[in-house]
Every structure is written in structure tokens, then in C-alpha cells.
């Protein structure tokens, strides 16, 4: 549940203390929220399958989200739009992730 409540924190501290990025920030930052998040629901996942493991949940989430934005930033300065890949693929892998989350959220309701 530590993802959850990660998430929770991090929204309300987006809503009191609103901070605005930039425009041309905005690709780097738009790819390493989607990596974060991609990081949150696998956490949320895996808390799920009891398989929830903080040190992967942390460098997963800081590694994914950094390594995001860089290479956007290295696409930016070669003219190619690699973030577009990279929206594609943690964009994917959210869904899945959620996927997974409801089926095992479902399951465990039908057990109890």
C-alpha cells in the first residue's frame, strides 16, 4: 500500500502547492510522470501479489522516470521524437498494469 499512498501524497501536494513547467520542459516532464506512474501501478501490482519490494519500487520509479527524460532530451537535441516511444510504451504498460490490478482486485471481492 506504500504506492498508494505515495500516489495520495504526491496528488495532494500537486493540488495545494501547484507548480507549472515550463513548455519546453514539457515533453521531458509529460514522459517521466508516465514512467513514475508506470512505476506506481506495477508497485500497486505486485503489493497486490504480496511481491511488493521497496528498493525495486524505487529504483524502477526514480531510474525509469530519469532515464525517461533523458532520453527525450537526447531525441530534443538529435530531432528525433523518441519521447513518443517512450509515451508509447509506459502508456502500455500502464494499462496492463491496471488490467492486472482490477482482475486480482476482483478476485480477492469474489473471495471474501
Same mark, same amino acid.
Given at each position: 500500500? =506504500?504506492?498508494?499512498?505515495?500516489?495520495? =501524497?504526491? /496528488?495532494?501536494?500537486?493540488?495545494?502547492?501547484?507548480?507549472?513547467?515550463?513548455?519546453?520542459?514539457?515533453?521531458?516532464?509529460a =514522459?517521466?510522470?508516465?514512467?513514475? /506512474?508506470?512505476?506506481? /501501478?506495477?508497485? /500497486?501490482?505486485?503489493?497486490? +501479489?504480496?511481491?511488493?519490494?521497496?528498493?525495486?519500487? $524505487?529504483?524502477?520509479?526514480?531510474?525509469?522516470?530519469? $532515464?525517461?527524460?533523458?532520453?527525450?532530451?537526447?531525441? +530534443?537535441?538529435?530531432?528525433?521524437?523518441?519521447?513518443?516511444?517512450?509515451?508509447?510504451?509506459?502508456?502500455?504498460?500502464?494499462?496492463?498494469?491496471?488490467?492486472?490490478?482490477?482482475?486480482?482486485? $476482483?478476485?480477492?471481492? +469474489?473471495h471474501?
Amino acid at each position: 500500500m =506504500v504506492p498508494l499512498f505515495g500516489l495520495i =501524497v504526491g /496528488l495532494i501536494i500537486g493540488i495545494f502547492l501547484p507548480y507549472h513547467i515550463p513548455r519546453e520542459y514539457s515533453n521531458y516532464a509529460a =514522459v517521466a510522470i508516465l514512467a513514475a /506512474l508506470d512505476s506506481v /501501478l506495477g508497485g /500497486l501490482s505486485a503489493s497486490l +501479489d504480496g511481491k511488493f519490494n521497496i528498493k525495486i519500487f $524505487l529504483t524502477g520509479f526514480f531510474g525509469n522516470s530519469i $532515464l525517461a527524460a533523458f532520453l527525450a532530451y537526447i531525441g +530534443d537535441k538529435l530531432g528525433i521524437q523518441i519521447h513518443l516511444a517512450a509515451i508509447f510504451a509506459f502508456g502500455n504498460r500502464i494499462f496492463i498494469n491496471f488490467g492486472n490490478i482490477r482482475r486480482k482486485a $476482483l478476485k480477492l471481492k +469474489d473471495h471474501n
